[in-house]
T-cell receptor
Framework: NAGVTQTPKFQVLKTGQSMTLQCAQDMNHNSMYWYRQDPGMGLRLIYYSASEGTTDKGEVPNGYNVSRLNKREFSLRLESAAPSQTSVYFC????????????FGPGTRLTVL | GQSLEQPSEVTAVEGAIVQINCTYQTSGFYGLSWYQQHDGGAPTFLSYNGLDGLEETGRFSSFLSRSDSYGYLLLQELQMKDSASYFCARPTDSWGKLQFGAGTQVVVTP
């Protein structure tokens, strides 16, 4: 099992460019999550998907969109990147209950110039 | 701002014991989790407390007191490989949305 995979690992964008971060899990998990991590801020939830076909906003959704393509895949899109979106982005998945462990991908390190 | 408070850094020597405290706001409490993150790596799950008391997993233990809105992670017999950041996190709903503390960096010295 690969667990949770993310592509790309690194990305540099110019302000105003768009891109999609890809995430896939092979654990047959119901729920998937996107977090961003900034120095000294811990992880903050951007969007999550409780099941295929559903998505909902987290703590910091502005400037992002998501798509739960199927049970395995959950993508995060930046339509018009801004320097404030420079961060490390982590995707995670879980069975979907509050007591369940979340499994994280390796992260995407994004720099917006 | 963060509704989970934890110290920013703790330094200790190999073989010592370190306790990382976490205090949280009590609205909609679904338990308290702990995650470890090495530099440049992904967070990995360490433990979960849904009820009051101590949970032990090898050298790591986690404690919860719901009446005090407080928990801690105890790292015993510290090893160099334990140098990492440790995050407390709480689910904010029954579907597992997590809110994380800012993290505690543990530095283990020889």
């Amino acid at each position: 099992n690969a667990g949770v995979t993310q592509t790309p690992k690194f990305q540099v964008l110019k302000t105003g460019q768009s891109m999609t971060l890809q995430c896939a899990q092979d654990m047959n998990h119901n729920s998937m999550y996107w977090y961003r991590q900034d120095p000294g801020m811990g992880l903050r939830l951007i969007y999550y998907s409780a099941s295929e076909g559903t998505t909902d906003k987290g703590e910091v959704p502005n400037g992002y969109n998501v798509s739960r393509l199927n049970k395995r895949e959950f993508s995060l899109r930046l339509e018009s990147a801004a320097p404030s979106q420079t961060s490390v982005y982590f995707c995670a998945s879980s069975e979907g209950q509050a007591t369940d462990t979340q499994y994280f991908g390796p992260g995407t390190r994004l720099t917006v110039l | 701002g963060q509704s989970l408070e934890q110290p920013s850094e703790v330094t200790a020597v190999e073989g010592a014991i370190v306790q990382i405290n976490c205090t949280y706001q009590t609205s909609g409490f679904y338990g308290l989790s702990w995650y470890q993150q090495h530099d440049g790596g992904a967070p990995t799950f360490l433990s979960y407390n849904g009820l009051d008391g101590l949970e032990e997993t090898g050298r790591f233990s986690s404690f919860l007191s719901r009446s005090d809105s407080y928990g801690y992670l105890l790292l015993q017999e510290l090893q160099m490989k334990d140098s990492a950041s440790y995050f407390c996190a709480r689910p904010t709903d029954s579907w597992g949305k997590l809110q994380f503390g800012a993290g505690t960096q543990v530095v283990v010295t020889p």
